[in-house]
């Protein structure tokens, strides 16, 4: 997969694509990403990107032609163009699902205090990372990547993300544990010690049943 990050601020990336499994999925090139400034794009004499907005207001909002240069000389057939904004619709594990199995996204990072309307023209799908304001769409499009690439192909073993909370079966993750048996009084349950995995498994279901229940009740009536 391809994903191209249009930004004003490539550099808030660094380091966040460089270590662990996303470094190895760009090295081992399952995923490819790419940074594109549209301040490169401006027409303006200045490179300028903002204007104030028409009808008055207080801030400066980012102009359509820097933008639309940008995506169109990226876009192709099988490009998909995401806005991340604030009033896009809530990103979810099924989004990331879907959007793993697409072969070009391009997102387009927002900032500042908006944008000219018109560039939402260019999206093909408008995603918010929940309803809270950050300052502008990097985060978020840190959010999509690092979700869509854990679930392409190769990228970490398939059962975990079978497993993961948020699936299909909308159920919480169950409890995990590692060595030692006994910290600090907190001992690990004896089922998981059994060796029956017939048992370990209606334990871990039984578990994320009660955890499901308890904390995401929205997700339970599901
Ligand atoms: N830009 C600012 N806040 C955002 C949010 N919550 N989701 C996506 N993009 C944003």
């Known amino acids: 997969m391809k994903i191209d990050i249009i930004t004003l601020f490539p550099h808030m990336f660094d380091g966040v694509f460089e270590e662990s499994i996303l470094k190895r999925a760009i090295t081992s090139r399952k995923v490819e990403i790419n940074f594109y400034n549209f301040r490169d794009d401006s ?29 169109e000389k990226l876009r192709t057939e099988q490009s998909k163009v995401i806005l991340l904004t604030p009033s896009g619709i809530v990103y979810k594990q099924k989004v990331a699902y879907d959007l793993s199995k697409e072969k070009h996204l391009i997102l387009i990072c927002g900032h500042y205090e908006g944008f000219d309307e018109r560039i939402r023209t260019l999206a093909d799908m408008e995603v918010s990372i929940g309803d809270y304001v950050l300052t502008g769409g990097e985060i978020p499009a840190m959010v999509l990547v690092d979700s869509i690439t854990r679930l392409l192909p190769g990228v970490i073993n398939e059962r975990s993300h079978i497993e993961d909370s948020f699936n299909e079966n909308y159920l919480l993750d169950y409890p995990t544990y590692t060595k030692p048996r006994n910290f600090k009084g907190m001992k690990v349950p004896e089922v998981l010690i059994s060796g029956d995995h017939k048992k370990i498994e209606e334990f871990r279901y039984q578990e994320s049943v009660k955890r499901t229940k308890e904390r995401r009740p929205d997700l339970w009536n599901k």
């Open 43 to 71: 027409k303006d004499p200045h490179h300028k990107v903002d204007d104030t907005p028409y009808g008055g207001g207080a801030g400066m909002v980012l102009m359509a032609q820097p933008i639309f240069d940008c995506v």
